[in-house]
């Protein structure tokens, strides 16, 4: 053990966060590097919950990028989720799976169909699947509009 190990004991078993590097938070720069562009946004990083130092062998358990680690989660489940629970994680993959069928759904509807985002919101929107769409008309369209740009127009 190294004299700096033994006067900073504690820090010497952390290190700077991987996901938001050392900020606190994530921005889209950081989203954009880790491929998250259709599944998060900027806010307070839920990988070190905001303090931008982790564990130095949280890595090897937790995955930098693991999708469904996300701020807006409950605080008892992000914890769950770093301490690989099981329950946690199915739930996490079901989540994540079930917006990975919609992206694909998307993809599908502008290029099969040749819809834009307004008319896949439409689409969305008269199949009635969830009672919140028509509120949030705006935020939604923008989404399917990126999920369009990233995944259609390479
Ligand atoms: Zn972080």
Redesign the pocket.
């Known amino acids: 053990m190294s004299i700096w190990s033994k006067i900073f004991g504690m820090k010497a078993a952390q290190k700077s ?10 921005d889209w720069a950081d989203i954009k590097r880790l491929d998250r562009e259709l599944i998060w946004i900027p806010g307070k ?10 564990e130095r062998t949280m890595e090897e358990r937790v995955p930098v990028d693991l999708p469904f680690l996300v701020i807006n989660s409950p605080e008892a489940t992000r914890k769950k989720i770093i301490a690989g629970d099981s329950g946690a994680m199915e739930v996490g993959h079901f989540h994540h799976q079930q917006i990975n069928a919609t992206i694909d759904e998307i993809v599908y509807l502008h290029l099969e169909n040749g819809w834009d985002a307004k008319e896949i919101f439409e689409y969305f929107l008269s199949e009635g699947r969830n009672s919140k769409l028509a509120d949030k008309r705006d935020e939604v369209v923008d989404y399917i509009e990126r999920v369009i740009q990233k995944k259609c127009n390479v």
């Open positions: 966060c991987p996901r938001c590097l050392g900020k606190g938070h994530v990083c839920a990988y070190c919950n905001g303090s931008g130092m982790v």
